[in-house]
């Protein structure tokens, strides 16, 4: 009875090795490598909260944590500009009760440059979002 499980055993063990060896072989002469290369995300990629100041109280009423949004510049006699595009929405802060006129607040999920442009925007111009 052992003996037939070492035969077994030892069978499995090279019929496992020769698939090993026949995959690597497959794939090599396909042309893809043996091992691929993981890079890391760039740092681009990296994904940061921009809280954004929305002229228009009453569109950002209407959003919830999750939804995908594009930030839109308007500066005066100027075109519109997209600032942000497909930005999520991580947080609809309550808005506070002494601010009247002054839009209101969203924070959004969008890479480290992108974040950076939605902040020189706001302080130029008027910024809206059209939800996506």
């Known amino acids: 009875m052992r003996r037939r499980r070492r035969v077994a055993s030892a069978g499995l063990a090279v019929v496992a090795a ?23 995300p760039p740092a681009a990629a990296r994904m940061v909260s921009a809280p954004v100041r ?14 995908r949004v594009d930030v839109v510049a308007v500066e ?8 942000a595009a497909g930005a999520r929405v991580a947080e609809v802060p309550v808005p506070d009760a002494g601010v009247g006129d002054g839009g209101a607040l969203v924070v959004l999920s969008v890479p480290r440059e992108t974040a950076r442009a939605l ?10 979002v059209a939800l996506c």
């Open 18 to 40: 020769a698939l090993a060896v026949g995959g690597a072989e497959a794939r090599a002469s396909r042309g893809a490598a043996a091992t691929p290369a993981v890079k890391p």
């Open 54 to 67: 929305i002229a228009d109280a009453a569109t950002v009423r209407l959003l919830r944590a999750g939804d």
């Open 76 to 83: 005066r006699g100027g075109p519109p500009k997209v600032v």
């Open 119 to 128: 902040v020189g925007a706001g302080a130029v111009a008027r910024l809206a």
